[in-house]
């Protein structure tokens, strides 16, 4: 490491004044720290983030009782009693079922209004960003009792549909705004040269635009569904039956049994983690992008 | 005459495309589902808070149910002490969270914005805590702080603490143990929304303040930050009204303990409505915490100039 940084170090006493044709790209760009400083505080910060993961994935491992620091000998007993007897294949198929259904229904809901944001002026436009300006405040928690007496007019209590409507809601501000800030960063002139080679609007959207969105409309699904996997006051308030339950209240029947077992929690905890891990894994990158295009300044 | 007119002139212009292709009623469609869904699913819920905030309403004692003006709100104000104490700890809760978050965030997110080997991974590995939430973020915690297995007892082998402490439980360490917890999802929020601006930083910047041999700290403080700004604010002012309305963590991290050391005025507000069943006094204190949250929208609509200038 040190023949490295020499190496690299060497040139620079060498080089001729900043200004020099001869080095138009300098050694050391701002973006280019020197490699201590990137690493050690990386690193430190690595060890906090990484820690818990380990602990949990420790827990769920190893026997019950042990106290070895390392998963050895392994065992997936916690794996099996939580997925049968604390029924969270259950509780995976249901969450899998909300997050999914929330994906589609706030892409598709989001991606309609985010266009009319993007693309037309209209009377009530003002009027209308600034109700979703205000609902980001609109606290779901804070909405569980009138929801409750909505969904139990409508019948719905104990269904997951309550559950997704009321996660999809709660999802669309924000991803209309995404959504429409995505669509803004498409030229419209893209879509006029379409109309003019005979598209309809429709056909014109869906051949120009709905390809350039991806990146954008990637971010957005994602985010509702983590957001609906993990989220747990509405599954708590409106699901009853156990049958009908998320991992998110699973989890939490877990945590405040009488008596905690660690090792069904830790299992539990990666239950729930895997699915939104590969969520994540995938969309990392457009994560990044989507975000820097969309950027969510207004 | 208006006819003469119009034989003598060219036939009008046709109308310009955009138009044409725009029929009128088609963003008022656009948005209906949307429009619909919110008023029906936040906007008549928030009006109908208002409504029981009036009532006695608990549905497990009917018999007291009906109007009761503004009863709910003197007893807030005058005789619950546990109101005052959860409104002074979402105070210092937000307060704390967000400022560390926005510290520790810009940090990192500078951090992972230089070149570097294996940056993709040290990315993803560092912000993976962000897609982990509430709950399971306190499953995680609960196991680290667990007195009998947690990190405590591996701590106390190396001399730090004592063996048989949990941090959850004790009112002294509650607060920094369930601080440091939250931190831990909550940096990488604030990251990743910092580098996604970052990108867009154009590098000639720093390069002309390279030439003019500016230091990295300047370049910092006189091109990073001021481009940042708008990030900073935006990031921050959500963050702040996330944290205060969540109650996901510290429900399930320490449920409002030990000792309502930890209870949040919406985690007062939860237990409230979903423990105690009293909807009635849940909707006045919710309306309270309306009128903060009005309040720091109405700051945060100042600051950013939301929809100002669409195009």
Not at chain 1, 21 to 29: E, I, N
Not at chain 1, 227 to 254: C, E, R, Y
Not at chain 2, 95 to 113: T, W
Not at chain 2, 192 to 209: C, G, H, P, R, T
């Amino acid at each position: 490491m040190s023949v490295k940084e020499a190496t690299k170090a060497a040139p620079a006493p060498v080089r001729a004044t900043p200004e020099s044709p001869r080095h138009p790209k300098r050694k050391r760009a701002w973006d280019e720290a020197p490699r201590w400083q990137v690493y050690l505080p990386l690193g430190i910060y690595l060890v906090f983030t990484l820690i818990p993961f380990y602990w949990i994935l420790l827990f769920s491992l190893r026997p019950a009782g042990s106290t070895s620091l390392v998963p050895w000998p392994m065992t997936f007993e916690h794996f099996e009693k939580v997925w049968t007897d604390r029924s969270f294949g259950t509780y995976f198929t249901n969450s899998v079922l909300v997050g999914v259904a929330t994906l589609l229904m706030t892409t598709l809901v989001a991606l309609a209004g985010g266009y009319a944001l993007a693309r037309f002026d209209f009377k009530i436009k003002r009027a209308f960003m600034l109700a979703l300006l205000c609902s980001q405040f609109v606290p779901g928690a804070l909405l569980l009792v009138p929801l409750f007496e909505i969904f139990a007019e409508l019948q719905m209590i104990n269904s997951l549909g309550s559950v997704i409507l009321a996660e999809t809601v709660f999802q669309l501000p924000l991803s209309m705004i995404l959504i429409s800030n995505f669509i803004k960063n498409v030229p419209y002139s893209l879509e006029e040269a379409a109309w003019v080679d005979g598209c309809n609007r429709m056909t014109a959207f869906r051949i120009v635009v709905l390809p350039l969105l991806r990146p954008g409309l990637i971010a957005v699904g994602s985010f509702a569904f983590v957001h609906s996997w993990n989220h747990f006051l509405f599954a708590l308030m409106f699901l009853n039956n156990q049958d009908k339950q998320t991992i998110p209240v699973g989890l939490n029947s877990l945590m405040s049994a009488d008596s905690v077992d660690l090792g069904a929690l830790a299992a539990g905890g990666i239950i729930a983690a895997v699915p939104v891990v590969i969520v994540f894994a995938f969309i990392q990158k457009w994560l990044i992008t989507g975000f820097s295009a969309g950027a969510v300044k207004g | 005459m208006a006819q003469a007119a119009a034989v003598a002139k060219p036939p009008a212009p046709p109308r310009r495309r955009r138009a044409s292709a725009t029929p009128r009623r088609l963003p008022y469609l656009l948005i209906a589902p949307a429009a619909l869904l919110m008023l029906g699913f936040i906007a008549y819920p928030v009006i109908s808070v208002f409504y029981y905030s009036l009532q006695n309403y608990n549905p497990t004692k009917p018999w007291r149910n009906g109007y009761a003006g503004f009863d709910n709100f003197v007893h807030a104000f005058t005789k619950d002490p546990i109101f005052w104490d959860t409104l002074v700890f979402s105070a210092k809760w937000v307060v704390v969270e967000v400022g560390l978050q926005l510290l520790f965030g810009l940090a990192l997110a500078l951090i992972v914005n230089q070149t570097f080997v294996g940056r993709g991974l040290g990315r993803a590995l560092v912000f993976s805590p962000w897609a982990v939430s509430g709950v399971l973020t306190s499953a995680i915690w609960v196991l680290l702080y667990n007195s009998q297995t947690g990190i405590t007892r591996y701590l106390a082998d190396l001399g730090i603490g004592s063996y048989g402490t949990s941090w959850l439980s004790d009112t002294s360490t509650v607060f920094p143990a369930a601080v440091v917890a939250d931190l831990w999802r909550g940096v990488p929020f604030f990251a990743i929304l910092i580098l996604a601006d970052l990108q867009s930083v154009s590098k000639d910047l720093y390069e002309a303040a390279e030439v003019d041999g500016a230091s990295r700290i300047k370049q910092f403080w006189h091109i990073t930050l001021p481009h940042l700004k708008d990030a900073i604010i935006l990031s921050t002012l959500l963050r702040a009204v996330w944290e205060f309305n969540n109650v996901d963590l510290l429900y399930t991290l320490t449920g409002g303990g030990p000792a309502g050391e930890t209870t949040t005025l919406p985690l007062y507000i939860a237990n409230t409505s979903v423990d105690a069943h009293n909807f009635g006094y849940a909707s006045a204190l919710t309306t309270v915490a309306f009128v903060i949250l009005l309040f720091c929208s109405m700051v945060y609509l100042r600051l950013s100039k939301f929809g100002g200038d669409n195009k």
